[in-house]
């Protein structure tokens, strides 16, 4: 090939590489969650992959581990992208180094509801992605004809399934969120308009009534989360607690067994479980890139879509925030989603300021004390200590 020929080739080779430069890939994203309906993020996820040829990664956590390996990781700089975390975890916005999301992102189609969950110090934290995360009583159809109203109903039906190797009820017994819910049957609150508010007459009464369910041989106080699921589902427990993230794979795994029933009264007293929401984060150093930030944006449009919602709702019952996905569901819902409705109405919402989570810690240690014997009252004061001495800590400049 002669020089003049290889220099016509050259140049039209840089001719074609001008006129079709080369196009950027749009970075990897990864999203950290601790949802137990996983698969439904992966699908959610996968669609929006698939719809805007992104590329966003999803990485399931543990639920009990999420937040210390969020803390760990903003410590150590090594967040992902994003996270999609219950919202009490926004009042840690400062440690997880949370970026705030512009007002314009959020769609006039949510629900108010579901943005006083993202709401902290005047911005907003977070995407809503779906609300509940509120508990149920669920029963097995093959050992109760006829479910409790009233927690005490329980002692006239516990000798006989004992005798059966049944446990009348389960559920974590010392997970807190479920402890709430007994806090709030009383009428009391972990925190009361910003003010952590343990030391009540109503905790009192919540902690002593946690007490008789164990001395009444209603629940196993030795039973975790995963040890409550799997009695239930083999026929070992005749209730079991658990909260609508757990609704769909019930219905999968009992079918025509399942009874879903509103939670019981105690005594005359209605229990009210706490309600949340999923939130959709981004972290600081994600929504500083400027290639990445597109893609945030383009994420959090698409999970406020009337569709996306409607579809996360029918692949797990998990509720909608947008307004018109919410009223479409509530039009026909089936007897058991009539009572998933039911009891999202009667829940209180959780508190999302910093307040909580310290809340939430203190109840914690101060239920270790509890379990030794010391009194409800002495619990109480104990819990609010603790409670008020990390507040000052945190607050402390």
Known sequence: MSRKRSFYHLLLLCLFALSHPLQAQEPELELWHSQQAGYVIDDVIARFNQEGNHRVRVTQIEPGKIKADLLLAAQARGLPDLMLIPSDFIGLYRQMTLAPLPTEWFSPALMASALRYVTLDRQRWGMPMMQGNHLMLFYNKALVSTPVTQWQQLTAITPALKAKGVYPVNWPYHDMYYFAAFLHTFGGSPVTEGRITLDSPAMVQA??????????????????????????????????????????????????????????????????????????????????????????????????RQDIQQFIYHQGSLLPVNQQAFTAIS???????????????????????????????????????????????????????????????????
Request: with cysteine; proline share 5%; aromatic share 10%.
């Open 207 to 304: 902690l002593e009534a946690y007490r008789t369910v164990v001395s009444e041989q209603w629940v196993d106080p030795e039973c975790d989360y995963d040890t409550a699921l799997a009695r239930f589902n083999e026929g070992k427990s005749a209730y079991l607690i658990n909260g609508d993230w757990a609704f769909n794979d019930l219905v999968k795994n009992m079918g025509d067994k399942l009874g879903v029933a509103l939670l019981p009264r105690w005594q005359s007293h209605p229990m009210h479980s706490m309600s949340g929401a999923y939130v959709m984060g981004a972290s600081r150093w994600a929504m500083d890139d400027e290639d990445r930030q597109p893609v945030i944006k383009a994420l959090m449009a698409f999970i406020q």
């Open 331 to 397: 039009r026909r819902p089936t007897p058991q989603e009539k009572v998933l409705l039911e009891q999202f109405t009667l829940s209180t919402p959780m508190p999302s300021d910093s307040a909580m989570s310290i809340a939430w810690q203190a109840m914690e240690k101060g239920f270790e004390r509890f379990k030794e014997g010391i009194s409800a009252a002495d619990t109480a004061r104990y819990m609010q200590q603790l409670a008020d001495q990390q507040y000052r800590q945190v607050k402390t400049p």
